[in-house]
């Protein structure tokens, strides 16, 4: 009995799997350092530029070199009574504002009639409209220059604004279908039968219901809008027309000495608009609720 026992217990110890050899305390000590020095330098690495911006913004001095500032607010008021800064910020604020409002419009169309009906090559037609971001705009920046000429819209507010909303309209669709999927359609039957007409049921039904999936299209659409550089540097040849991104482009390339105050006070309000929307529509994103809408 005590053989077997024995024998038993040895062909147990034998299958469990050794257990894993840790490493001396030294070992362990100086991977921690390493993680630790490595997540230092990828903070600084981000970091760094943000403090560059703020401090040299605010810096009578300001120069190409983090430094302690001498404290002054003379570059912000610089950057506003310029006659051309004002005019890049307000051009900015038209154009992003302009494409992400008919960038809804139609995102919102759109996708209701990709969730609410059903055609023959919908799933094709959403991949295929998926794919157009999958393409560089590099590649077609040449093509969109050339219609915008055959159509008589390039150099101009709406030729630039209908490019930006097309543009992010793929995603537009996307997110907003995945959200309208999620509004029961017994909401608007029942719409339909008060005497609410289809429209009229988007409006009461539909709209409350998807304010998230708005605001994250908002967010996002104005984001691409308000970043984007290319686009308006093809389209655009008056400097009248200009965006605040071309303008911070010009002013760094400048052939004579670069205003470092006025370029970092002008970087600091440019981040100003998309924060303050994104502080906004935080607040909202997460308002809308479909619990207790509809009653079995």
């Given at each position: 009995?005590?053989a077997?026992?024995?024998t038993?217990?040895?062909?147990?110890?034998?299958?469990?799997?050794?257990?894993?050899?840790?490493?001396?305390?030294?070992?362990?000590?100086?991977?921690?350092?390493?993680?630790?020095?490595?997540?230092?330098?990828?903070?600084?690495?981000?970091v760094?530029?943000?403090?560059?911006?703020?401090?040299?913004?605010?810096?009578?001095?300001?120069?190409?070199?983090?430094?302690?500032?001498?404290?002054?607010?003379?570059?912000?008021?610089?950057?506003?009574?310029?006659?051309?800064?004002?005019?890049?910020?307000?051009n900015s604020?038209?154009?992003?504002?302009?494409?992400?409002?008919?960038?809804l419009?139609?995102?919102?169309?759109?996708?209701?009639?990709?969730?609410?009906?059903?055609?023959?090559?919908?799933?094709?037609?959403?991949?295929?409209?998926?794919?157009i971001?999958?393409?560089?705009?590099?590649?077609?920046?040449?093509?969109?220059?050339?219609?915008?000429?055959?159509?008589?819209?390039?150099?101009?507010?709406?030729?630039?604004?209908?490019v930006?909303?097309?543009?992010?309209?793929?995603?537009?669709?996307?997110?907003?279908?995945?959200?309208?999927?999620?509004?029961?359609?017994?909401?608007?039957?029942?719409?339909?039968?008060?005497?609410?007409?289809?429209?009229?049921?988007?409006?009461?039904?539909?709209?409350?219901?998807?304010?998230?999936?708005?605001?994250a299209?908002?967010?996002?659409?104005?984001?691409a809008?308000?970043?984007?550089?290319l686009?308006?540097?093809?389209?655009?040849?008056?400097?009248?027309?200009?965006?605040?991104?071309?303008?911070?482009?010009?002013?760094?390339?400048?052939?004579?000495?670069?205003?470092?105050?006025?370029?970092?006070?002008?970087?600091?309000?440019?981040t100003?608009?998309?924060?303050?929307?994104?502080?906004?529509?935080?607040?909202?994103?997460?308002?809308?609720?479909?619990?207790?809408?509809?009653?079995?």
């Amino acid at each position: 009995m005590t053989a077997t026992t024995t024998t038993a217990e040895k062909t147990r110890k034998l299958a469990e799997p050794a257990a894993p050899r840790r490493g001396t305390p030294g070992w362990r000590t100086l991977q921690h350092a390493l993680q630790y020095a490595l997540m230092v330098l990828l903070a600084l690495f981000c970091v760094v530029p943000f403090a560059w911006v703020v401090l040299t913004a605010v810096d009578a001095d300001g120069g190409s070199t983090v430094t302690l500032p001498s404290f002054t607010l003379d570059n912000f008021a610089r950057f506003f009574t310029d006659g051309d800064t004002p005019r890049l910020f307000l051009n900015s604020v038209v154009v992003s504002f302009a494409a992400t409002a008919l960038n809804l419009a139609c995102g919102v169309l759109g996708a209701y009639g990709l969730s609410r009906y059903r055609f023959r090559g919908r799933r094709t037609f959403m991949f295929s409209i998926l794919l157009i971001r999958v393409i560089p705009p590099p590649a077609t920046i040449v093509a969109l220059y050339l219609l915008m000429v055959k159509m008589h819209l390039d150099d101009s507010y709406l030729g630039l604004i209908l490019v930006e909303a097309a543009s992010a309209l793929p995603i537009t669709l996307w997110l907003l279908k995945g959200t309208i999927d999620a509004v029961p359609f017994e909401l608007e039957e029942a719409a339909w039968l008060d005497g609410s007409t289809r429209f009229g049921a988007v409006r009461r039904i539909v709209l409350p219901l998807v304010g998230p999936g708005l605001g994250a299209a908002a967010m996002l659409t104005f984001m691409a809008v308000w970043g984007d550089f290319l686009t308006p540097l093809v389209l655009l040849q008056s400097p009248d027309l200009y965006p605040l991104s071309i303008g911070l482009f010009r002013a760094f390339t400048a052939f004579n000495q670069v205003d470092w105050g006025v370029l970092a006070a002008s970087s600091v309000v440019y981040t100003v608009p998309p924060a303050v929307l994104y502080v906004f529509l935080r607040r909202h994103l997460m308002r809308s609720n479909l619990s207790g809408a509809v009653k079995s």
